[in-house]
């Protein structure tokens, strides 16, 4: 089964702001390393943020200073504050993590679509 549930996504106007959260909904996974993964039309998959269970974040370049990821241990959730946002943002964002049940194993969310758009 699949343990990642995003949410958040929509469309907004530029230079507004978006909040993503990806759930790790079951309890007997453990949190390595999760994180967030955009994807525009035409284009290749990239990271955007990372954050490890212990709190170490690292950003692309293109979004640093305007995007927040972040980590509620006890919700076992990470959220991405995505604000400042412009077109070049578009894309669908995948949360992303590295669990650990009996062996350590990379999971994907479903999805969720991001657009920005006067």
């Known amino acids: 089964q699949v343990p990642l549930v995003e949410s958040g996504g929509g469309l907004v106007q530029p230079g507004g702001s978006l909040r993503l959260s990806c759930a790790v909904s079951e309890s007997s996974y453990s949190i390595n390393v999760m994180g967030w993964y955009r994807q525009a039309p035409g284009k290749q998959r990239e990271v955007v943020a990372r954050i490890t269970n212990g709190g170490r974040v690292s950003y692309a370049d293109s979004v640093e200073g305007r995007f927040t990821i972040s980590i509620d241990n006890g919700a076992r959730t990470i959220f991405l504050q995505m604000n400042d946002l412009k077109p070049g943002d578009t894309g669908v964002y995948y949360c992303?993590?590295?669990?650990?049940?009996?062996?350590?194993?990379?999971?994907w969310g479903q999805g969720t679509q991001v657009t920005v758009s006067s």
């Open positions: 992303n993590a590295l669990l650990t049940r009996k062996t350590a194993r990379e999971y």
